[in-house]
């Protein structure tokens, strides 16, 4: 008599529709946790390129101050859009600095006023925050042979007169520190170096991103 083969290969239904929710399960679980990989390595690298923004922004704060001689307290040049309608209302402090930057001429060399004892004209480089923006401020000495432009509030500005140049925007955080050749904190007219920080802060999405950087800057030796 012949045997009836009941072994049976396969799935059944119930069995393949198990497995069909396991795997959706843990398709969704890898897809999150691609997503949130995803969402976290790119807001790291919105923060490098923020980091990075703030770099170049103090990079030119400090080549205006190997440039320069030192800081002045008050602005030497009239600034007919002073603070307060004030010529000579801008002050050194914590949140504005003056740099006596080396006035050159067209050729690209210094301007002396004292030849022999290598003394150079300078103009005013005013560095200061308005709203969230850092701005930088040109006070030209006037004299023949600079060819430095006094720089002027985009709302003013003119042909003779150009706009102040945008060094940063998105500013929340922005600090002058003043250092004599000691290390020791002193007024800014006596800085023989400067301390500068700075905050950038921006929208990734719908996450707020922040950045900061530091930097210090010796002057020049004259």
């Given amino acids: ?117 290598y003394v150079t004209l300078k103009d005013d480089e005013v560095y200061f925050l308005s709203g969230t923006t850092l701005y930088r401020r040109t006070l030209a000495s006037g004299q023949t042979g600079d060819i430095a432009v006094t720089t002027c509030p985009q709302s003013d500005a003119s042909s003779s007169c150009p706009p102040d140049n945008v060094v940063a925007t998105g500013v929340t955080g922005w600090s002058v520190s003043y250092y004599g050749i000691n290390g020791d904190v002193v007024s800014p007219a006596d800085a023989r170096s400067v301390q500068l920080s700075i905050t950038l802060s921006s929208q990734y999405g719908s996450q707020p991103i922040t950045a900061s950087y530091t930097t210090r800057m010796v002057f020049r030796n004259e």
Wanted: aromatic share 6%; no cysteine.
């Fill in 1 to 117: 008599m012949s045997r009836v083969n009941t072994d049976k290969n396969g799935f059944t239904l119930v069995e393949l529709i198990v497995v069909l929710l396991i795997m959706s399960v843990l398709s969704i679980v890898l897809m999150n946790f691609v997503a949130d990989w995803l969402q976290v390595s790119s807001e790291a690298q919105a923060e490098v390129n923020l980091t990075s923004t703030a770099q170049l922004a103090l990079d030119k704060v400090t080549n205006d101050i190997m440039l320069s001689g030192s800081v002045d307290a008050t602005n030497r040049w009239p600034d007919p859009n002073g603070p307060g309608g004030n010529e000579y209302g801008w002050t050194s402090n914590a949140q504005t600095l003056i740099l006596a930057k080396v006035a050159i001429n067209s050729s690209g060399q210094p301007i002396f006023t004292d030849s022999s004892d």
